[in-house]
């Protein structure tokens, strides 16, 4: 793991007297458009209220900002973003703040620090005199509309389950809703389940694309069982990719990892009798939904969701990832519906937005970017 120059130039400052770790926080701002915003001022709030700090963004858009060990108390963070001339945003993280890894810090005599970087979802702003009219659509995982479904509008990135709705909304026979909000900003569009469905949860902002965003509603979900969801803009031939432990295991055939993708697209059990899990429909050229489907529980580990830009994989600084707005969304019969947007802000050809440890069924947001993978490594996954 390399340490980020950020944690190495905390190494100082850390308080006097404790041992325990650095979780440096990384994440970024931009405008409903994917622009970077600088000089936007991020306050990070623990789980029970307390400020554990103020970033501010740079010109990329870029912000850190580090958390000690002794102020860590759960998964959750919530941040409130204010920049001149935007309307202020939210935004909620769920992210592995409690498990220090590897690095170690000399922060003086007696005095160890670990420290481990996490990386958070980019938030986007609405200028003040934006919009307030939200657009949006929903498909099932044949890409067809579904009508007569009842919605709400959440205000900021990943709200929870029970936010006072700031509008309402019901679907028409295109799958469709428009609807307006009281102020300009990034919201979560929220389904419950209904009629069969496991309901949905994806991101909007007021300020509006080209087309309206695109969300997946997959049919309710068995404990173990995961459907997974990717639709982005077209263009592109991005990849969706699953990896997760196998369920068999024994003396002479070690648990290994298995790998479901557009050139693996069926894995079955050791018997080769059952299919474990399958990519269930495939759009090559977009705009989606890519569907993968897990029929029977996994074995204990992490299972990780990937996206992979096939169309560039040679262009290692290529920024059609970035720009293809891309979604992610996924179900596993025991959780409320998740999802994950790709940075506008990285270059990159490859990310991986989420991890879910089926020990106990967290999930965790990853966003990890990189290039010059091998889409056909399941170790890369």
Same mark, same amino acid.
């Given at each position: 793991?390399? *340490?980020?120059?950020? &944690?190495?130039?905390?190494?100082?400052?850390?308080? &006097?007297?404790?041992?325990?770790?650095?979780?440096?926080?990384?994440?970024?701002v !931009?405008?409903?458009?994917?622009?970077?915003?600088?000089?936007? $001022?991020?306050?990070?709030?623990?789980?029970?209220?307390?400020?554990?700090?103020? =970033?501010?963004?740079?010109?990329?858009?870029?912000? =850190?900002?580090?958390?000690?060990?002794?102020?860590?108390?759960?998964?959750?963070?919530?941040?409130?973003?204010?920049?001149? $001339?935007?309307?202020?945003?939210?935004?909620?993280?769920?992210?592995?703040?409690?498990?220090?890894?590897? !690095?170690?810090?000399?922060?003086?005599?007696?005095?160890?620090?670990?420290?481990?970087?996490?990386?958070?979802?980019?938030?986007?702003l609405?200028?003040?005199?934006?919009?307030?009219?939200?657009?949006?659509?929903?498909? /099932?995982? /044949?890409?067809?509309?579904?009508?007569?479904?009842?919605?709400?509008?959440?205000?900021?990135?990943?709200?929870? *389950?029970?936010?006072? =709705?700031?509008?309402?909304?019901?679907?028409?026979?295109?799958?469709?809703?428009?609807?307006?909000?009281?102020?300009?900003?990034?919201?979560?569009?929220?389904?419950?389940?209904?009629?069969?469905?496991?309901?949905?949860?994806?991101?909007?902002?007021?300020?509006?694309?080209?087309?309206?965003?695109?969300?997946? *509603?997959?049919?309710?979900?068995?404990?173990?069982?995961?459907?997974?969801?990717?639709?982005?803009?077209?263009?592109?031939?991005?990849? %969706?990719? %699953?990896?997760?432990?196998?369920?068999?295991?024994?003396a002479t055939?070690?648990?290994?990892?298995?790998?479901?993708w557009?050139?693996?697209?069926v894995? %079955?059990?050791?018997?080769?009798?059952?299919?474990?899990?399958?990519?269930?429909?495939?759009?090559?050229?977009?705009?989606?939904?890519?569907? *993968?489907?897990?029929?029977?529980?996994?074995?204990?580990?992490?299972?990780?969701?990937?996206?992979?830009?096939?169309?560039?994989?040679?262009?290692?600084?290529?920024?059609?990832?970035?720009?293809?707005?891309?979604?992610?969304?996924?179900?596993?019969?025991e959780?409320?519906?998740?999802?994950?947007?790709? $940075?506008?802000?990285?270059? =990159?050809? &490859?990310?991986?937005?989420?991890?879910?440890?089926?020990?106990?069924?967290?999930?965790? &947001?990853?966003?990890?970017?990189? $290039?010059?993978? /091998?889409?056909?490594?399941?170790?890369?996954?």
């Amino acid at each position: 793991m390399t *340490i980020p120059l950020t &944690a190495l130039a905390l190494a100082a400052c850390v308080p &006097a007297g404790l041992d325990g770790y650095v979780v440096v926080l990384e994440g970024g701002v !931009a405008d409903g458009d994917g622009v970077p915003v600088a000089g936007a $001022s991020v306050e990070l709030v623990g789980v029970s209220g307390e400020v554990l700090g103020t =970033a501010k963004s740079d010109d990329a858009g870029a912000w =850190a900002w580090p958390v000690y060990g002794s102020e860590a108390e759960g998964n959750v963070l919530v941040a409130r973003v204010a920049a001149s $001339s935007f309307a202020e945003g939210l935004a909620n993280w769920e992210v592995n703040l409690l498990s220090a890894e590897e !690095a170690t810090l000399r922060a003086g005599p007696g005095q160890d620090w670990q420290s481990v970087a996490r990386t958070l979802a980019v938030v986007r702003l609405d200028t003040e005199d934006g919009g307030t009219s939200l657009r949006g659509r929903i498909v /099932d995982p /044949d890409g067809r509309a579904v009508e007569g479904l009842p919605g709400t509008a959440q205000r900021g990135w990943d709200a929870a *389950i029970g936010t006072p =709705a700031e509008a309402s909304f019901t679907t028409d026979g295109d799958g469709s809703f428009s609807v307006e909000v009281p102020t300009p900003g990034l919201y979560t569009i929220y389904v419950p389940p209904v009629d069969g469905w496991a309901g949905t949860r994806f991101p909007v902002v007021t300020t509006p694309f080209s087309d309206p965003t695109v969300g997946t *509603i997959a049919p309710t979900q068995e404990p173990g069982h995961l459907l997974a969801s990717l639709y982005w803009a077209g263009g592109l031939d991005l990849d %969706l990719h %699953l990896t997760a432990p196998e369920r068999e295991a024994d003396a002479t055939n070690p648990r290994q990892r298995f790998h479901v993708w557009a050139d693996e697209p069926v894995h %079955l059990d050791r018997a080769g009798s059952t299919t474990v899990a399958e990519l269930t429909r495939s759009a090559t050229g977009g705009p989606g939904p890519e569907v *993968i489907s897990v029929y029977t529980p996994v074995g204990e580990g992490e299972l990780r969701l990937s996206v992979v830009d096939r169309t560039n994989l040679e262009d290692p600084e290529n920024v059609s990832l970035g720009g293809s707005r891309a979604l992610v969304q996924w179900w596993n019969g025991e959780d409320v519906p998740r999802y994950a947007w790709v $940075s506008p802000l990285v270059l =990159a050809t &490859a990310w991986r937005p989420a991890e879910v440890d089926t020990r106990g069924g967290t999930v965790y &947001a990853v966003e990890g970017y990189e $290039s010059g993978v /091998d889409p056909a490594d399941a170790d890369a996954f």
